[in-house]
């Protein structure tokens, strides 16, 4: 049985005209954690971006191939608000709104059009519990967002990026602003939120990588050279490119 919840076949990429990502073929399971690793401007998040139509806001980008998320092929017909809630992004630096707390999470349900005060009470706690920030802020809901340290504030961004039930959470780079305790903490949320979500999470932190990713994808100069369980391609990498790389060998 097929369980993809994400299928990349032939995809090309450019801006103006110069090609990026070359001929990626990837699939995705659900309730799965894949790391991308490969060096600086390799294409991880031009990737990442390919999967909730993100790069259609720059207007030199060009796409070839097909990207099947849940079954729907991804075309001009593809209603982006709907593609983003499907699948979520959360961003190397931690980007809340200049609201409260409690609205920052609150806000993807309200521009989903749900009124109901009770209903997006329950749910900004529930995720700021699902995300253990909860008792670090149930007394400051009405505080800014710009009140918390870095690390909450990426959890905040978490706790926004769920409240609207994703089922795809894409984080590209989630702890590399953060502190080694903050990032441990996000590790260990990222972990708890599989059961629930499939993830996909850029990292050039090769630790992370092993500890949370279960299948990694080795990019290069826009291709993927390699991809497969973590653990085995971190003992046992097929490629030469890919030893080098996780080695640190690369030049
Ligand atoms: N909006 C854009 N317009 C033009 N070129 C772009 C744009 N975004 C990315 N690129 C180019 O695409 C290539 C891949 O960039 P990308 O940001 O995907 O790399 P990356 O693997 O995420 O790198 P890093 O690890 O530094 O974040 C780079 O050559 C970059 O200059
Ligand atoms: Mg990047």
């Given at each position: 049985?097929?369980?993809?919840i994400?299928?990349?076949k ?13 001929n ?11 790391a ?15 999967l ?9 980008f ?12 991804l ?10 809630k ?25 521009i989903h059009?749900?009124?109901?005060e009770?209903?997006?009470h329950?749910?900004?706690i529930?995720?700021?519990?699902d ?7 149930k007394?400051?809901?009405?505080k800014s967002?710009?009140k ?9 961004c ?23 305790i ?16 499939t ?9 992370q ?30 490629e ?7 080695t640190?060998k690369?030049?």
């Open positions: 049985m097929n369980n993809n994400i299928e990349v032939n995809l090309n990429t450019y801006f103006n005209d110069k090609q990026i990502l070359k990626i073929n990837l699939t995705f399971e659900e309730k799965s954690i894949t991308l690793i490969g060096p600086s401007g390799c294409g991880k998040s031009t990737f990442l971006r390919t909730n139509s993100m790069n259609n806001l720059t207007k030199t060009k796409m070839t191939g097909e990207i099947t998320i849940e079954d729907e092929k075309d001009e017909t593809t209603d982006e608000v709907e593609l983003r499907k699948v979520g992004m959360v961003f190397q630096k931690a980007n809340p709104f200049p609201k409260s707390i409690y609205e920052n999470v609150a806000y993807g349900l309200r059009g749900i009124k109901d009770d209903q997006i329950k749910t900004v529930k995720c700021l519990k995300v253990a920030l909860y008792d670090e802020v007394d400051d809901l009405q967002a710009y918390l340290s870095g690390g909450q504030q990426q959890r905040l978490i706790a926004r990026s769920i409240a609207v039930s994703p089922k795809i959470i894409l984080m590209d780079e989630p702890c590399s602003a953060l502190d080694p903050s990032t441990l903490k996000i590790e260990d949320l990222i972990y708890e939120l599989k059961k629930d979500y993830i996909i999470i850029v990292t050039h932190n090769m630790q990588a092993t500890r949370v990713s279960e299948n990694t994808v080795f990019f290069l100069n826009g291709e993927v050279i390699e991809t497969g369980p973590t653990n085995e391609m971190f003992l046992h990498p097929k030469q490119e890919t030893e080098n790389y996780i640190g690369f030049g």
